[in-house]
């Protein structure tokens, strides 16, 4: 026997239909500004350059010892005072939404830098070589040899975190 009211259900399609807006935009940009965000940060952890491999390895470190819900109250509190200090913002503006994109987007940059990194040092070195072999700076040899072998094999892994963020957005 069917106890449920079924009748509340079309009523809330409007609102759930906005709720799904926001999640698919909170989602879609994390994770465009994380991965491009976290290439960087990767590749700043695999230079040479000892004081940005460590300023990188303490971002990364930091964003993932701590907890998403802490994050998006630091930026929730943070975010607005900053806007309105240094863009001008109004304080009667609602900057809830700009708050949430940020914090998504720097948290979810430590992970990504994470993937990205270990899917860089999952480029065989013979590539690099041959590569440098070839007369090819390091920009190039990282952006046409070793960046589009190394998203190939962390594509699997950049879903599953897509998939993860996209849980993670019920948290706004």
Do not use: C
């Amino acid at each position: 026997m069917d106890t449920f009211d079924w009748t509340s259900i079309p009523g809330a399609l409007p609102i759930l239909a906005d709720g799904m807006l926001i999640t698919l935009e909170i989602t879609a940009t994390a994770i465009l500004v994380g991965i491009l965000w976290g290439t960087l940060l990767a590749l700043a952890r695999l230079s040479g350059n000892r004081p940005l491999a460590w300023l990188a390895a303490a971002y990364v470190n930091l964003f993932r010892a701590v907890p998403l819900v802490m994050v998006i109250l630091w930026f929730y509190l943070i975010v607005p005072t900053l806007l309105q200090r240094w863009l001008g913002v109004s304080q009667s503006s609602d900057i809830r939404m700009l708050s949430a994109l940020v914090a998504f987007a720097l948290f979810e940059s430590a992970y990504y830098a994470e993937i990205i990194r270990a899917g860089v040092q999952s480029v065989p070195k013979g590539q690099v070589d041959a590569a440098f072999a070839l007369g090819m700076p390091y920009h190039l040899t990282m952006r046409l040899v070793v960046l589009p072998q190394a998203f190939r094999n962390m594509l699997p892994l950049l879903l599953t975190q897509a998939i993860i963020l996209f849980q993670d957005t019920s948290l706004v």
